[in-house]
């Protein structure tokens, strides 16, 4: 991701964001940090930008001209998103961080003085953003704040796992409180259940006392935690059928964007935003077009709950209901209930880096024609084999990887199987390269992966074409239950060409 930050005082920018995590991510190339400086722009003898404001009034406003040039010289024609940071614009909040995290390029506009003439600002602004209702001298400050955001939810950034997935107004709760060494400090213990081992004891200590803490000093946000929390519930009627949508509220992925009590329970369409997926448990609330185009404007993927008896949808059925829409795959949901793990007989798994999986001569692309994918997420738009969908594999285990959740067993040093996490929250991209065949690795991995997402306080889940029966069979084997219905995936029809369609 490439910043460039349009502003009179480009060293408050590079001073004050070349530091600590973010210096490291722009020394590591994870991130660019590009502060432009309007002056230099400036068609003036003295580099002047401002002048008096037309109908009186006071101070002085920043001129069209040196901006749009700055802004121009940045952009060389490119369509880049571009910020204006201001008082007036829309509150900054997690959720547009993470949106804005998915974009290539951005431009963040900081204003000075009484602000800026409002012909440039319409030529070039997409978006008017604020970080709060006070006002500061200028929008450096709050640029640097957006960008210190934006910039941590990039892969690779922060390199811990967890610090993301746990932390405040992650799931409408903010932060449980947190102990380092020394055990007494000013004559305080650390609570008993954090020294105990016992990981589920301190997952559900954790969880208790995130809602104590923000009932207390975020009731808004707590009564935003319970209406969730019910919703929950009552998916919970049907837990097999619902696992998916019940876990995306749980793990504070995804929102919700409708809801409806019915004679036969709640009807609800939920809406993660940072990977686009839409779902909903009943055909009916989606498939009226206004509210179609109302919810899933932005989805890439819709998935959808259906009767398992009803026949299989075909590509042009989906023409009729969603016309932008194709079918990728009919799964089964399989979810594991117990909350105890799974015994793990290799015990050499890890965490897989990008290098581990491109420096194994020729793994990906044995996995890719093994059909990792038989779990039907990523059957070729063309039915067969070919570079485009290669790619679009290497693609999604790259950024899996980088995402940290990619997990891999060793053998003798060599990567010999992986497992990992959808980015829709299922357990999936099971697979074992040809030379360690019958070890039994699969069952380690899916026990590994499974007493994982344990840890974190997740229902582990799965979800597996209708026709994979013997992948169905296995995870019943290591007590997965499955469905009794089905959920049909669409994908949206120009992602079929798009590499990196292979999202869910
Ligand atoms: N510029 C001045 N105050 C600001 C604020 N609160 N948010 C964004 N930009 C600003």
Redesign the pocket.
């Known amino acids: 991701m490439k910043f460039h930050v349009l502003t009179l005082f480009p060293e408050m920018i590079s001073g004050g964001l070349n530091l600590s995590v973010i210096g490291k991510a722009v020394e590591n190339n994870r991130i660019a940090l590009h502060a432009v400086d309007i002056r230099e722009y400036s068609l003036e003898r003295h580099r002047k930008v401002d002048d008096y404001p037309y109908g009186g009034g006071a101070g002085m406003l920043m001129q069209a001209q040196p901006i749009y040039d700055a802004h121009r010289a940045v952009t060389e024609g490119r369509n880049v998103r571009t910020i204006y940071?201001?008082?007036q614009?829309i509150p900054f909040t997690q959720t547009m961080a993470e949106e804005l995290s998915e974009e290539e390029e951005l431009v963040f506009l900081c204003?000075h003085y009484e602000g800026i003439d409002e012909r440039v600002l319409e030529e070039i602004v997409t978006d008017y953003?604020?970080?709060?209702?006070?006002?500061?001298?200028?929008?450096e400050l709050?640029a640097m704040v957006m960008i210190d955001a934006i910039a941590r939810l990039i892969p690779g950034v922060l390199g811990n796992d967890t610090s993301m997935e746990d932390e405040s107004f992650h799931n409408d709760l903010l932060e449980y409180p947190h102990y380092t060494r020394p055990e007494i400090w000013h004559e305080k213990g650390v609570p008993q259940v954090l020294l105990s081992g016992n990981h589920a004891k301190v997952s559900a200590w954790r969880l208790e006392q995130s809602k104590i803490r923000t009932q207390k000093r975020r009731p808004d946000l707590y009564a935003k935690y319970e209406k969730r929390q019910l919703l929950i519930t009552q998916l919970s009627k049907d837990k097999r059928n619902h696992i998916h949508m019940m876990e995306s509220l749980a793990r504070g992925t995804a929102e919700v964007i409708y809801e409806n009590q019915t004679e036969c329970g709640v009807e609800a369409i939920l809406y993660d935003s940072k990977n686009k997926i839409c779902m909903s448990n009943s055909p009916g609330v989606l498939s009226e077009s206004n509210r179609r185009e109302a919810f899933c404007a932005d989805a890439e993927y819709i998935v959808i709950n259906r009767p398992v008896q009803e026949q299989d949808v075909s590509e042009e059925d989906a023409g009729s209901a969603f016309k932008d829409y194709c079918v990728l795959s009919q799964c089964k949901l399989m979810l594991y209930t117990a909350r105890t793990s799974l015994p793990v007989k290799h015990k050499n798994i890890r965490l897989v880096s990008d290098e581990d999986i491109f420096k194994s001569e020729g793994f990906a692309d044995r996995l890719y024609q093994a059909g990792i994918c038989a779990d039907g997420h990523y059957s070729s738009p063309s039915g067969g084999a070919d570079e485009e969908f290669r790619l679009t594999i290497v693609e999604y285990l790259r950024e899996r990887a980088g995402s940290d959740a990619l997990y891999g067993v060793f053998m003798e040093d060599n990567l010999a199987g992986i497992i990992g996490c959808h980015r829709g929250g299922s357990l999936g991209l099971l697979y074992v390269d040809t030379p360690y065949r019958s070890l039994r690795l699969g069952a380690s991995l899916t026990a590994f992966m499974t007493n994982h997402m344990l840890e974190k306080g997740w229902v582990p889940y799965a979800c597996l074409p209708i026709k994979n029966v013997s992948c169905q069979e296995r995870l019943e084997k290591q007590g997965f239950y499955k469905a009794s219905g089905k959920i049909v995936i669409y994908r949206k029809k120009y992602l079929q060409t798009n590499p990196g369609y292979a999202k869910i």
């Open positions: 940071v201001t008082p614009g204003g953003v604020s970080i709060g209702d006070y006002v500061l001298t200028g929008g709050p």
